[in-house]
Each structure stands twice: as C-alpha cells, then as structure tokens.
C-alpha cells in the first residue's frame, strides 16, 4: 500500500506542476474572439464647417464625440482659452439607419474653420 501511495504522491505532485507551468504570463496581451461585424459602419465626410456621418444603423446612434485641439502649440497663449465644442447642426432618421451633420463650434457658438483637431468616435 505504501509503494501505490508514493507513486500517487509522485503522479499528482506532477499533474500540479503541468497546471502551475500553463498559465499564460500576464504580460502577453493577447485577445481572441469569436464573431462577425453584422453593421455596416457609418459613411463619413468632411467638410469646410464639419462633417456628416450617413447611414449609421441604429445601434450606433449613441456615438460619444470628443475633440481635442493637435496644433502644436506657440510659445505665447491667447488671453482667452477658448475651447470648442461638437455641434449637431442637423439629424434625419429613416427607419434603422440615421445621417447627422456635425459642425465644431466655439465657445460663443460660431463655427470654427481654421485649427487641426483630433476627433474621436466611440460607439456603444
């Protein structure tokens, strides 16, 4: 009986080690999934005082937009610290899809036509 409960000694205390030497290292980073994209992504244009995004489905209506200002900055800074903000300027819904047109104001609300901005998307 003593020779069957060493070698299970031995058996399991390998199996353990096999388990404990599986584990991925946490810095590795790699993400795998399974799926497809079933949504068309929205027809995007720019133009002078904005952009348009047509033909978006329906689940991305809920698009959080933010800007933020790239040009590389002078060695002076303006008095006012004017920050510009994403207006909608106008929506048109038709059944599962929506087209919106939006435009970059400034803090009175008149558009902004010169700059360089780094415009994010992020659907739900």
């Not at 795998?32 to 904005?50: A, D, L, M, N, Y």
Request: glycine share 6%; proline share 4%; charged share 15%.
């Amino acid at each position: 009986m003593s020779g069957k409960l060493q070698v299970a000694s031995v058996v399991m205390l390998l199996s353990l080690c096999a388990v404990c030497q599986a584990a991925t290292p946490m810095a590795q980073g790699t993400i795998r999934f399974t799926g497809s994209i079933v949504e068309s992504s929205c027809k995007t244009s720019f133009q002078p005082i904005g952009w348009r995004m047509d033909d978006c489905p329906a689940l991305a209506r809920n698009t959080a937009i933010d800007v933020r200002r790239i040009d590389q900055q002078a060695s002076v800074s303006a008095l006012d610290s004017t920050s510009v903000k994403v207006k909608l300027v106008a929506e048109n819904v038709q059944g599962r899809y929506y087209d919106q047109h939006y435009a970059l104001v400034d803090h009175a609300g008149k558009p902004v036509t010169s700059g360089k901005y780094l415009i994010t998307l992020t659907s739900p």
